[in-house]
């Protein structure tokens, strides 16, 4: 399978209307002390693309979600190492450190969850195999593009309890900022040979969850929370340039009356535009029927390409 070495820079926008897409203790959306304005954590989305991976790609090994064994009870950390592998982990403490942890780092990256947004190894009961490990792939936390919406709060009637509450935000549209960069992996096989390193099927898999993964996860707290838009801004293999936060240049628009809801890019492939040599292509992905994008001008049109928010990539390998 194909090595993918290219970064790419991009966000994805999760819409929540009449929903709480990443309610905290007390159960209510997320907002910022400073403004009270709604923010989601980058926990949040990633356990959604986990979700979306583990339930559309069986062949797939997913290490950070809940296995269970007695088909209700879950694993720890150490016990869905071992399910996943056959594999005993074992105290390390007095062995062969090195050659140990070696396989245990190899096993990890079988994981695509690993391959993709790293891992913090730190298993009870098995000294000596705990392994820190960059993600390809980073997510900031996300803000609310839209800043108007509002918090409410139902009391609702359980069959074995008192009356309880579900507390849900009228609307936002969060806004979250993500980069690929497969040198984080790459830089680890001059140490430890025979790794399983990003590739372009993982890249695959990462647009189609991050994509629908949203949408695709409809409990009945997150009804109302769906996938709205993601762009992938890939830049050219022997490119080092970095990008900032695509957030800042992002204005969002709600329609009125019968208009639909729109986001502005404008100033961003402004911005993108002083760099076009660096840039191989960018991808926007949305539902024409469901929302405008603004891009005035024919600046890096050639690059440009629209696509349909649910359409799958050709070349995915889906089991």
């Known amino acids: 399978m194909s090595e993918f070495k290219n970064r790419v820079y991009g966000f994805v926008v999760v819409k929540a209307i009449n929903a709480n897409y990443n309610a905290d203790f007390s159960g209510l959306p997320r907002r910022l002390k400073?403004?009270?304005?709604?923010?989601?954590?980058?926990?949040?989305?990633?356990?959604?693309?986990?979700?979306?991976?583990?339930?559309?790609?069986?062949?797939e090994k997913v290490l950070f979600t809940k296995h269970f064994h007695n088909k209700i009870e879950t694993n720890d950390l150490k016990s869905s190492y071992q399910v996943l592998f056959n594999d005993k982990l074992k105290d390390n403490s007095k062995a062969d450190k090195n050659s140990t942890k070696d396989e245990v780092f190899?096993?990890?990256?079988?994981?695509?969850?690993?391959?993709?947004?790293?891992?913090?190894?730190?298993?009870?009961?098995?000294?000596?195999?705990?392994?820190?490990?960059?993600?390809?792939?980073?997510?900031?936390?996300?803000?609310?593009?839209?800043?108007?919406?509002?918090?409410?709060?139902?009391?609702?009637?359980?069959?074995?309890?008192?009356?309880?509450?579900?507390?849900?935000?009228?609307?936002?549209?969060?806004?979250?900022?993500?980069?690929?960069?497969?040198?984080?992996?790459?830089?680890?096989?001059?140490?430890?040979?025979?790794?399983?390193?990003?590739?372009?099927?993982d890249v695959s898999i990462l647009k189609n969850a991050f994509n629908n993964s949203a949408t695709f996860y409809d409990s009945h707290s997150k009804a109302g929370v769906e996938n709205e838009l993601s762009i992938y801004v890939t830049l050219n293999e022997n490119s080092t340039l970095s990008l900032p936060s695509f957030s800042q240049f992002v204005s969002f628009k709600k329609g009125d009356d019968d208009k639909q809801n729109s986001f502005n890019l404008t100033k961003l492939i402004d911005y993108l535009h002083k760099y076009e040599n660096e840039i191989e292509s960018i991808e926007i992905y949305y539902i024409k029927e469901l929302l405008d994008i603004i891009c005035d001008g024919d600046k890096l049109k050639d690059k440009i390409k629209e696509i349909d928010l649910l359409q799958l990539s050709a070349n995915l390998k889906k089991t």
């Open 34 to 59: 400073s403004d009270g304005s709604f923010y989601a954590t980058d926990k949040s989305f990633k356990w959604l693309v986990r979700n979306y991976i583990k339930k559309n790609y069986g062949n």
């Open 106 to 201: 190899k096993n990890l990256t079988k994981c695509i969850d690993v391959r993709l947004f790293g891992a913090t190894f730190t298993p009870d009961g098995a000294k000596g195999n705990n392994i820190s490990i960059h993600g390809n792939v980073q997510i900031n936390h996300a803000t609310d593009l839209y800043r108007k919406g509002r918090v409410y709060t139902d009391e609702i009637l359980a069959p074995f309890t008192a009356i309880g509450r579900m507390s849900k935000a009228t609307e936002a549209h969060y806004i979250h900022n993500f980069s690929v960069n497969p040198n984080n992996l790459l830089s680890w096989k001059e140490t430890v040979q025979e790794i399983d390193t990003l590739s372009s099927n």
